[in-house]
């Protein structure tokens, strides 16, 4: 008998880490930017382990982490918006790697670093760029009431989704692997 809770494990997991990240960033400025944010590593690093069948976990997570620690209405149109775009920086990033075959991120037990760092830039670049067209339209449909300032918007959100990026695939690269290598070798990641 095949066992449901393993099939969902990766979902659940993904699920836990971007609440998790939702909840230690603290408050989020959607029009301005966060200094760090670290959400969008969580989701780098969970599509990354688990592959694209999480998109949906971390959209829902980050569903749920706006309404929980945003008070931000979950039945929103523009909540459902931005959170559906957020997800899709990583997801872009990550498939535009593999199709240029850039996403070796192991090179036998070592791990190369220079590709975590590309794809922590380019998954921040894909998200300001997405996060400026969404924040673009919903300001011009009348939906919130603030302006945007086009340099300090992808200046603060650039530097915010390269640093939080860069701290999560860092922290899960320098900590968890190591730890998964010496405790669990045989599930240990090589590829």
Known sequence: ???????????????????????????????VGNLIWLPLG?????FLLFGFRVVFAAILASQFSEFWFHSQPFFDQVTLIRTIAGAIGPALAIASMRFFKLSNFFDGDKLVFHHLIFLAILTALFNTLTAFFVSSYIVSNGQANE??????FL????MGDVLGCL?????AALVVVPFIKYFFPKIAPSE
């Open 1 to 31: 008998m095949k066992s449901y809770a393993l099939e969902f494990q990766p979902q659940i997991v993904t699920f836990l880490i971007v609440v998790f990240c939702y909840l230690i960033n603290g408050p989020s400025y959607p029009f």
């Open 42 to 46: 969580a989701m780098s690093l969970c």
């Open 147 to 152: 302006t945007i300032n086009a340099t300090d």
């Open 155 to 158: 200046r603060n959100y650039l």
């Open 167 to 171: 701290i999560v695939l860092f922290f």
